[in-house]
């Protein structure tokens, strides 16, 4: 047995249980239901109110990365992962999500309503794990900025992050010889969300991309595995999660 990301409590993972998630997922050669394969769409490619104005960007996507003050509202960056409802005395639910992978897009929208009620229930303790995988193979800095931007609202206010998860999601460029989002963009997507200025000011200085090019994507890319996967109580899930009520039996919640 080998231990995954000890935090509030240890998560085992059993070494000969780590297998690539079988289904339609970045990262993995299989196909997407669609035709083609996830690895090459990798390779081509209700929001609350924000009290206060906009600040005007004019960061570019490959701005120096400038990590927090000191004193500063920050993350745990010694875990992969954003976590929600620590406290829950429920199953630990890991999800291994990149921003570009459209099978992701599909996931989150088919499992939208069940994880919002995982989270709001505190019937789970969920794990996101916001992956730059697709970055080094579309030669972009898409997904860091994306994950970077989701640590930041994290930071900001743990319970912004599922909503923004699902505004970057339906933003998601519709093929890929489509743009990406600029910085800009995510940025106004991320206000929508109810970022402030701090939140804003992360996000253009890239405080956390050191964090998902050193912390999360390593972990990840240790298990070899792409996204979206699934890890339940350590185990990794090789369940059909395109299937209606597989996901909700696999969590047992």
Avoid at 166 to 174: D, G, L, V
Avoid at 228 to 247: H, K, N, R
Wanted: hydrophobic letters at 40%; a negative charge; proline letters at 8%.
């Amino acid at each position: 047995m080998t231990t995954l990301w000890p935090s509030r409590r240890s998560v085992l993972l059993t070494t000969s249980g780590v297998l690539a998630f079988a289904l339609a997922g970045c990262g993995s050669d299989v196909s997407d239901g669609s035709g083609g394969t996830a690895k090459g769409e990798g390779s081509d490619g209700g929001a609350s109110d924000n009290a206060g104005a906009r600040t005007p960007v004019d960061a570019v996507d490959d701005a120096t990365p400038t990590p927090p003050a000191d004193g500063d509202r920050d993350i745990d960056r010694s875990v992969p992962y954003l976590e929600l409802s620590a406290d829950s005395s429920g199953p630990v639910v890991d999800l291994l999500l990149d921003f570009r992978c459209p099978p992701c897009k599909g996931f989150m929208e088919m499992h939208r309503e069940y994880i919002d009620g995982l989270v709001k229930d505190e019937s789970v303790v969920l794990r996101i794990h916001p992956r730059p995988m697709l970055d080094a193979r579309r030669e972009s800095t898409f997904s860091q900025n994306a994950a970077c931007a989701a640590a930041a609202i994290y930071a900001q206010d743990p319970a912004l992050l599922m909503e923004f998860e699902h505004a970057m999601y339906a933003q998601q460029a519709p093929t890929g010889e489509d743009p990406d989002p600029t910085l800009s963009e995510i940025i106004a997507i991320a206000q929508d969300c109810g970022a402030d200025e701090t939140c804003v000011q992360q996000i253009v200085q890239r405080a956390y991309v050191p964090w998902t090019l050193e912390v999360v994507e390593p972990e990840a890319a240790a298990l070899e595995v792409g996204t979206p996967t699934v890890i339940i109580d350590g185990t990794i899930w090789d369940g059909d999660w395109t299937q209606p009520g597989a996901l909700e039996k696999a969590v047992g919640v």
